[in-house]
């Protein structure tokens, strides 16, 4: 399945995790990470959602509960309610995607590596979550927190070329991103050609 990569700004939007377990647990501080508005709803919550910001509802789902929401998170590994969560969320237009279960997804979640603003994402489209996790770790061992300092100082190359009035889309990039990364100490060991 050829799936559309995007990334979403979910910053104080309404997104429902169904289940509160580990795997939930995982999710839910996945989406906290981008400030998103969630709302956890289970009847047993795993004592890590204690320190959380979210709202929890401590009952099983019902139907029509994911009115209202823009996103929804399942991870019940009940395939009925995983069912009946995916087919409400459709016929209401939200995406939903229902932890290890690609058939009652609308899309799925790539394993990530985080460094500040930087964000690279591994999808295997639901295939095998497990080759998306083991490159994950390898690039995580690859792109280290530096990478962080590095977006910052490109950010404000860019943000000075806009001040001049100049266009950001005819500037030979490489050699100043192959700068900064020697300037920070960073041997990227990936072989790039042009």
Request: hydrophobic content about 45%; charged content about 25%; proline content about 5%.
């Amino acid at each position: 399945m050829n799936q559309f990569p995007v990334n979403l700004n979910l910053a104080g939007k309404p997104v429902l995790v169904v289940g509160a377990g580990r795997i939930a647990l995982r999710k839910t501080e996945q989406l906290l990470a981008c400030d998103a508005a969630v709302t956890v709803m289970a009847p047993n919550v795993h004592e890590g959602f204690d320190a959380l910001p979210v709202t929890v509802v401590r009952r099983e789902y019902a139907s029509n509960d994911v009115a209202g929401f823009r996103l929804v998170i399942t991870a019940t590994a009940n395939r009925e309610v995983d069912q009946l969560i995916h087919d409400e969320a459709e016929a209401l237009g939200i995406w939903v995607n229902s932890a290890d279960d690609p058939d009652r997804c609308t899309f799925t979640l790539p394993a990530t590596v985080r460094r500040g603003e930087l964000l690279i994402t591994i999808s295997t489209a639901g295939a095998s979550p497990a080759l998306s996790s083991y490159l994950r770790a390898r690039l995580g061992e690859i792109i280290s927190p530096d990478f962080a300092r590095v977006v910052d100082d490109l950010a404000q190359r860019r943000a000075g070329f806009h001040a001049e009035g100049r266009s950001t889309e005819d500037i030979d990039w490489r050699p100043i991103i192959e700068e900064l990364l020697a300037t920070h100490g960073i041997d990227l060991p990936l072989a790039v050609t042009a």
